[in-house]
């Protein structure tokens, strides 16, 4: 008996041991990216993990505060780049920005992005120009109100096949500090999809009061009846309003506050927010990060909830806590707790951020936030996750923010670098009746007689989006029984059955079910190569479906053009005019960004014809020029707010025309 009893425990301090080892690497500067928001009020601090190219890569968008937003390509290969003047992203150097959430609002099949701003300001709705560049659509869309916006969730809340937009407010103040000179709290907003285009704001959905200083909001299908609830979480809350919870009454359009039916209307300074189901009963709980004190409110069924945070050690109890998510950090099939941390004092008063280890039907947590400390000073705000390298590992992102420039920190990326050989399952959705993103959407497995459940979510932990791409973890099964993915509208259940472990696949609403392949291949300028039957030079995502047997795979390939003159590709070099004599005609510089030369060894006509295309064929240019006046060298600009990459560009002179393919940096 006593050598059994020493071996159990052997076996219980090396399982520890392993679930100790399990870690994160802070890698933001080694991937490229360098980032923190500034706000004097310490609120801001929003990130959103999405594909905007639709390349299979999951890039990062960042609001600045009073610095600039940044958007960041996955360039694969650990590797990022920052395109957000590239992009188009120029609107906010004189805004302050807090928070941002991503989603396919007008189904085109590219995410576009929502940006709240603080005090006074406008939202912005920036509409995704297929990959290429982004434009604020906002006013002309009818999204116009000013106020402190601090946080944004999209859902379809009526059940017509696109994304409406909640907004939730703060507050007026009249003095500083704003927190002791506060007016009022303001009335949120809510937006919904008209789908032309436009945005009607409906006065007074929520049979409620609307006002309530507002910091984050999630639509989530509370009671699991196919429409999307609204969970409504404010700070103050012991001054004005206590958080809400807001059942949604389609087919009328309105909803029904049960906050204090439910148990989950706490009058605290509530923070963030986290939606999962930790103890693996099919329900959803939901864990609120607050100042001090977080709750974690497990599901009782019929609507009924019990904070039984204290009770399992996930409290906390010190400092202030932000962002919040359940994800499976090692793929065990059992949903993980992870919260941001950072105070809201001028100081370098450094506060970990929060790590849970969870044990499913067990009921308990185990603290192994250790794994995220870090020597810089960490005051973090919201944060997102997502597998930013397509590891089958979910990474984590907390943007950190600076009060003054006394404050060091910066926005941290938390890479899995976990040791457990365990497998996982991937599921990107795309609707077709219902919305294109699949919001709303509820996603399970069954593996050996185990259910894990998953909502797809347009906005929540703290003033930011996960990434939409459902993650499971799988231990160590290597198949899955079963996959059901139940769409909110129409209340439809599609099957898929025995599914191999460690596969990203593809559900579209209705199609079927794909697997997903990535590859990203880099040419010399001037270099063609074939992608499936066709040849091709130009930078872009070209998309292939390979049919093998019962199985469709599609394969993502990501075609990048070195002009740089690495890699062994020479550097593209600009003609002189002194050797343009002869030459029929020679355009420069290339790569341009401003201005375009375009000289001639021929004469031109007196009027020339200037046109300039997108890869699509799309002109984004046409002007005529009296090649007279410029005496047969002509100089074009205006291009700087052009999105780089390849352009196709004519020049037509009288019954002749010139083609060339010139890049834009």
Same mark, same amino acid.
């Given at each position: ?42 609120? &801001? ?17 960042? *609001? ?26 120029? !609107? ?31 939202? @912005? ?11 604020? +659509?906002? $006013? ?47 009335? /949120? ?6 789908? /032309?285009? *436009? ?5 007074? $959905? ?91 409110? !497990?599901? !009782? ?41 950072? #105070?809201?004092?001028?100081? %370098? ?13 067990? *009921?308990?947590? =185990? ?18 996750? &997502? ?17 003054? !420039? ?27 009746? %219902?919305?294109? #993103?699949? @919001? ?28 939409? +791409? ?23 259940? =599609? ?7 460690? *596969? ?18 880099? +040419? ?51 003609? #002189? ?27 031109? =006509? ?40 390849? @352009?196709?560009?004519?020049?037509? #002179? ?12």
């Amino acid at each position: 008996m006593r050598d059994r009893a020493l071996y159990l425990s052997f076996l219980f301090s090396l399982l520890s041991w392993s679930l100790h080892a399990q870690n994160f690497t802070e890698k933001a500067k080694e991937l490229g990216i360098d980032h923190y928001i500034s706000d004097s009020k310490a609120m &801001g601090g929003g990130v959103a993990i999405f594909d905007f190219n639709n390349d299979g890569l999951e890039d990062i968008y960042l *609001t600045g505060g009073d610095e600039n937003d940044q958007l960041y390509e996955n360039l694969g290969n650990d590797n990022f780049r920052e395109v957000t003047e590239e992009m188009g992203i120029t !609107q906010f150097r004189s805004v302050k920005t807090m928070g941002v959430v991503a989603g396919d609002v007008d189904n085109d099949g590219f995410t576009d992005l929502f940006i709240t701003t603080a005090e006074g300001a406008r939202c @912005y709705l920036l509409k995704n120009l297929e990959g290429k560049s982004f434009t604020n +659509i906002a $006013p002309a869309g009818g999204i116009t109100h000013e106020a402190w916006s601090m946080t944004a969730t999209m859902g379809d809340y009526d059940l017509d096949g696109d994304l409406d937009i909640y907004v939730g407010n703060y507050v007026a103040y009249d003095n500083l500090p704003f927190d002791q000179n506060i007016t009022s709290p303001l009335a /949120d907003f809510f937006y919904e999809n008209k789908g /032309d285009g *436009t945005f009607l704001k409906i006065d007074n $959905p929520l049979a409620s009061n609307e006002k309530g200083t507002t910091l984050v909001s999630s639509f989530s299908d509370i009671d699991q009846d196919g429409d999307a609830d609204l969970f409504v979480l404010n700070d103050f809350g012991d001054f004005y309003e206590p958080n809400k919870v807001l059942v949604n009454n389609y087919p009328e359009r309105n909803f029904s506050n049960i906050s204090n039916a439910s148990g989950m209307n706490a009058a605290i300074n509530s923070m963030g927010i986290a939606v999962g189901d930790f103890n693996e009963d099919g329900n959803f709980d939901y864990y609120v990060t607050n100042i001090g004190h977080n709750k974690l409110y !497990q599901n !009782q069924g019929l609507l009924s909830y019990e904070d039984v945070a204290r009770d399992i050690n996930v409290s906390d109890g010190t400092g202030v806590c932000w962002g919040a998510a359940f994800l499976d950090v090692n793929n065990d099939g059992h949903l993980d707790l992870y919260a941001s941390k950072g #105070s809201l004092l001028n100081l %370098n008063d450094t506060q970990n951020n929060l790590l849970y280890l969870g044990f499913g039907k067990e *009921t308990r947590f =185990e603290n192994v936030s250790e794994t995220l400390v870090t020597k810089e000073p960490n005051k973090a705000r919201g944060m997102a996750y &997502g597998d930013l390298n397509n590891d089958g590992r979910l990474d984590m992102i907390a943007v950190n923010i600076r009060v003054s !420039q006394g404050n060091l920190g910066s926005t941290k990326i938390y890479m899995n670098s976990g040791s457990e050989e365990a497998n996982w399952l991937k599921v990107k959705l795309e609707g077709t009746e %219902n919305n294109r #993103s699949g @919001y709303g959407a509820l996603v399970k497995i069954y593996t050996d007689g185990k259910e894990q459940i998953r909502e797809v979510s347009g906005g929540s932990s703290y003033l930011s989006v996960h990434s939409s +791409i459902v993650h499971f973890g799988l231990g160590q099964l290597e198949t899955v029984d079963s996959l059901v993915v139940k769409w909110p509208k129409g209340h439809k259940r =599609e099957v898929f059955k025995n599914l191999e472990a460690n *596969t990203d696949y593809f559900i579209k609403e209705d199609e079927g079910i794909f697997k997903r392949a990535f590859e990203t291949i880099q +040419i010399c300028q001037g270099d063609e190569i074939t992608i499936g039957n066709q040849t091709v030079s130009e930078e872009g995502v070209y998309t292939e479906l390979i049919t093998e047997g019962e199985n469709n795979t599609v394969k993502l390939t990501k075609l990048v053009v070195n002009t740089d003159g690495t890699g062994g590709c020479s550097l593209v070099t600009v003609p #002189s005019e002194e050797n343009i004599d002869g030459r029929e005609i020679v355009v420069y510089p290339s790569p341009f960004n401003n201005m375009l030369r375009i000289v001639s060894g021929v004469a031109f =006509e007196d009027n020339v014809s200037i046109i300039l295309s997108d890869v699509s064929g799309h002109v984004v240019r046409n002007q005529m020029v009296n090649s007279k006046a410029a005496r047969g060298s002509i100089t074009i600009s205006g291009y700087e707010t052009l999105p780089a990459g390849l @352009y196709v560009l004519k020049i037509v #002179s009288g019954n002749t025309t010139y083609i060339r393919k010139i890049v834009k940096s």
